[in-house]
């Protein structure tokens, strides 16, 4: 499954960007799609998921300022974030995990990232 990210960019603190991410391929289905983020020298970590049940989960530091959305026809998901601060700047990595139909077989893909500057 090949995932596509788009909408990084600089912004000023307070500002807002749209992050979207569309999957891709032949023959799966995606359970789970959702945003990681990766600051300089820090490790990866999870911004917001969201299932195929439009079950959403988010980072205690975005709550409130960011919102997970997800389309089925094609496969995307959006990351809509608000009130944004410095310490959001990082490059932000759509994920999904997922089956393939044919001898349902698991996968776990990554997008290219995207980067996102706040500055202050």
């Known amino acids: 499954v090949q995932l596509q990210a788009s909408g990084g960019g600089l912004v000023q603190a307070g500002g807002s960007l749209r992050l979207s991410c569309a999957g891709s391929?032949?023959?799966?289905?995606?359970?789970?799609m959702g945003w990681y983020r990766q600051a300089p020298g820090k490790q990866r970590e999870l911004v917001a998921d969201i299932t195929s049940n439009r079950i959403t989960n988010y980072a205690d530091s975005v709550k409130g300022r960011f919102t997970i959305s997800r389309g089925f026809a094609p496969n995307m998901v959006w990351l809509q974030m608000n009130s944004l601060k410095p310490e959001d700047t990082a490059v932000y990595y759509c994920n999904a995990r997922g089956y393939f139909h044919e001898g349902i077989r698991v996968f776990d893909s990554w997008g290219q990232g995207t980067l996102v500057t706040v500055s202050s």
């Open positions: 391929g032949s023959s799966f289905t995606i359970r789970v």
